[in-house]
């Protein structure tokens, strides 16, 4: 898929204002700090379109963008952030979880995984939550660059091993970097070959 345009909407921590026009949508979430911002400048082959830092916990609402004028790409806050302070935590989950529940306009979802950690119970346990949601998602690991191909293939193997521990069916998987660009005509060509199937349906 071409990116033709890619635009910012609307931000907020609520998911009954989110756009009301019903096209399809896909939403990047993930621990904080894992590359979610970054991979959207990088789909959208923009440098500041979504705001990144080194930081944890930058990406603080809901952020909706319009791709092409014809999907809407999400980019939303991190888990997992410990500086937050327990009542922010909790605003941040419950904000997040409402959204997955009740955003009927959401295709599917990409749980990012940052390559160079052995699975964490809080990705796992959101990926689980998830799927008993029966929320859609596929997995894109993040940072492959920091990492060599060995490397890389032996960590998404135990991936899949642990996942394999709870479910007979794995999701897609995508390998990415967002400073390489690696990983970008796969996820966008998922994205078209979805939303294609969504407009024969
Ligand atoms: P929050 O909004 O805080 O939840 O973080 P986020 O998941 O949106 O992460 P963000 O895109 O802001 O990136 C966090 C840090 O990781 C930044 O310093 C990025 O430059 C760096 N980063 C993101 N993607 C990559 C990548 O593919 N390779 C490398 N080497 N660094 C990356
Ligand atoms: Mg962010």
């Keep these: 898929m071409q990116i033709k345009s890619a635009k910012f909407v609307i931000s907020n ?3 009954a204002n989110c756009p009301k026009t019903n096209i ?3 939403a990047f979430i993930g621990r904080s700090n894992v590359g979610k911002s970054s991979l959207i400048n990088m789909l959208t082959n923009q440098k500041n379109l979504a705001k ?10 809901i952020n909706h963008f319009i791709i092409n004028d014809n999907w809407n790409l999400v980019d939303l806050p991190g888990y997992g952030y410990a500086k937050v302070s327990r009542s922010q935590k909790n605003i941040f989950q419950k904000f997040i979880t409402n959204y997955f529940k009740e955003r009927k306009q959401l295709v599917s ?17 959101f990926i ?3 799927a008993y949601n029966s929320i859609s998602f596929s997995i894109i690991f993040t940072k492959c660059d920091k990492l060599k191909p060995n490397v890389i293939k032996s960590n998404i193997e135990k ?9 007979e069916v794995l ?7 967002s400073s390489k660009f690696i990983g970008r005509d796969e996820i966008l060509d998922f994205i078209q070959k979805v939303n294609e199937n969504l407009v024969k349906s």
């Design 171 to 177: 999701p897609n998987f995508f390998t990415t970097s």
């Design 128 to 130: 689980n939550w998830l």
């Design 109 to 125: 979802a990409f749980v990012l995984i940052d390559i160079r950690h052995s699975p964490l119970p809080i990705d796992i346990d």
């Design 52 to 61: 990144t830092s080194s930081k944890p916990g930058k990406t603080q609402l």
């Design 13 to 15: 921590q609520n998911v």
């Design 24 to 26: 399809p949508e896909y």
């Design 159 to 167: 991936y899949k091993q642990k996942l394999m521990q709870d479910w």
